[in-house]
T-cell receptor, first 115, second 111 residues
Framework: DAMVIQNPRYQVTQFGKPVTLSCSQTLNHNVMYWYQQKSSQAPKLLFHYYDKDFNNEADTPDNFQSRRPNTSFCFLDIRSPGLGDAAMYLC??????????????FGDGTRLSIL | SQQGEEDPQALSIQEGENATMNCSYKTSINNLQWYRQNSGRGLVHLILIRSNEREKHSGRLRVTLDTSKKSSSLLITASRAADTASYFCATVSQGAQKLVFGQGTRLTINP
């Protein structure tokens, strides 16, 4: 089945130690998104790629970066994680931009804990 | 600022009853989408309703949209225990290319 896969499901890292979360998709969608979701809160968009074009949200901390080496893969890099970065990180895809009435397809997320 | 606000924040009903969740938003939209999230999982897309549509159905789900009141509702009929989840509305503002999610409604179906 075509899907969005996030690895790992659970990630533990130390305060200040760089960490990379990965996402892959078999849907061949043009757009890939990274969201941060804290407990009992709404998902918050960090950035998205439309093909190779990177779009950063204005309030995404500089500590967060992303790479999309090809259509199928997208990575979230947190350079120096702080305690406030503990959250669920969700990857999503859409065939085209949501402004042209496209739904998003989500992976099951990576829950990041900071020690 | 948060685009969508959902009401109620939590809802607990008996299996077989209908569940209604409401969403209000602030700006003109291209479309409004509803998603379900089971505990510890990703979001699952339920229904997308365009700004020129007033009602859509999918199985036991019915979504209405009132652009004059900037509000939407999600009705789940004949609820089942498996419907227990958080439900989020999300809007795409005109000219924007991103979804903005509401805080969600936590729905519990009691057997």
């Amino acid at each position: 089945d075509a899907m969005v896969i996030q690895n790992p499901r659970y990630q533990v890292t130390q305060f200040g130690k760089p960490v990379t979360l990965s996402c892959s998709q078999t849907l061949n969608h043009n757009v890939m998104y990274w969201y941060q979701q804290k407990s009992s809160q709404a998902p918050k968009l960090l950035f998205h790629y439309y093909d190779k074009d990177f779009n950063n949200e204005a309030d995404t901390p500089d500590n967060f970066q992303s790479r999309r080496p090809n259509t199928s893969f997208c990575f979230l890099d947190i350079r120096s994680p702080g305690l406030g970065d503990a959250a669920m990180y969700l990857c999503a895809t859409s065939r085209d931009q949501v402004g042209v009435n496209q739904p998003q397809h989500f992976g099951d997320g990576t829950r990041l804990s900071i020690l | 600022s948060q685009q969508g606000e959902e009401d109620p924040q939590a809802l607990s009903i008996q299996e077989g009853e209908n569940a209604t969740m409401n969403c209000s938003y602030k700006t003109s939209i291209n479309n409004l989408q509803w998603y379900r999230q089971n505990s510890g999982r990703g979001l699952v897309h339920l229904i997308l309703i365009r700004s020129n549509e007033r009602e859509k159905h999918s199985g036991r789900l019915r979504v209405t949209l009132d652009t004059s009141k900037k509000s939407s509702s999600l009705l789940i009929t004949a609820s089942r225990a498996a419907d227990t989840a958080s439900y989020f509305c999300a809007t795409v503002s005109q000219g924007a290319q991103k979804l903005v999610f509401g805080q969600g409604t936590r729905l519990t179906i009691n057997p």
